[in-house]
T-cell receptor
């Protein structure tokens, strides 16, 4: 069974700081990994999708890396802003059959960027 | 505007009632999903459908039912058999239903269900 862990559960940083969010997973046989952002009471917004053959993906101030062999991904946010405050979730899609092939989510890291 | 809509945004249910949550997408995606989110937790898969007239149970299907009569629509019914239905429900869709490294899921805004 795939398990996804995100540490820390909450993080508070001053504006302008660069930061790293961590995601680890137990089964390295994955199709891809997605990072999402969730604002309070809202749905999820897809930030980045890293295919299993890729090492990293970039979008603006965001950079996500993937190390399948160690079962780890990181989301790097450069020059953080108060508008980045949200919960960040990672999810992996396992190479399997049936429902096991669907996304398995971590419980998220709640980020607060202080002005 | 392409996207996923869910209605209602807030829903209140009395004990013993069935309620139906709506999910519609105009992205022309084949696959659709229903998730449940409880406070401080990740999402858990309830049901998914990879094609019209077909759907599969996820990890926590007990007490829920779905239908997929049209490509655009995937309603979720929370039945009275679901013992703890108060949660945030999220609908999602993707092009390929998980068969590819390129498959990316997109989410609707969610429905918050409260049992009175």
């Amino acid at each position: 069974k795939q398990e996804v862990t995100q540490i820390p559960a909450a993080l508070s940083v001053p504006e302008g700081e660069n930061l790293v969010l961590n995601c680890s997973f137990t089964d390295s046989a994955i199709y891809n990994l997605q990072w999402f952002r969730q604002d309070p009471g809202k749905g999820l917004t897809s930030l980045l999708l890293i295919q299993s053959s890729q090492r990293e993906q970039t979008s603006g101030r965001l950079n996500a890396s993937l190390d399948k062999s160690s079962g780890r991904s990181t989301l790097y946010i450069a020059a953080s802003q108060p508008g980045d405050s949200a919960t960040y979730l990672c999810a992996v899609r396992r190479i399997s059959s049936g429902s096991a092939r669907q996304l398995t989510f971590g419980s998220g890291t709640q980020l607060t960027v202080l002005p | 505007d392409g996207g996923i809509t869910q209605s209602p945004k807030y829903l209140f249910r009395k004990e013993g009632q069935n309620v139906t949550l709506s999910c519609e997408q105009n992205l022309n995606h084949d696959a659709m999903y229903w998730y449940r989110q409880d406070p401080g937790q990740g999402l858990r898969l309830i049901y998914y459908s990879q094609i019209v007239n077909d759907f599969q149970k996820g990890d926590i299907a007990e007490g829920y039912s779905v239908s997929r009569e049209k490509k655009e629509s995937f309603p979720l019914t929370v039945t009275s058999a679901q013992k703890n239905p108060t949660a945030f429900y999220l609908c999602a869709s993707s092009i390929l239903g998980g068969f590819s490294i390129f498959d990316e899921q997109f989410f609707g805004p969610g429905t918050r269900l409260t049992v009175l």
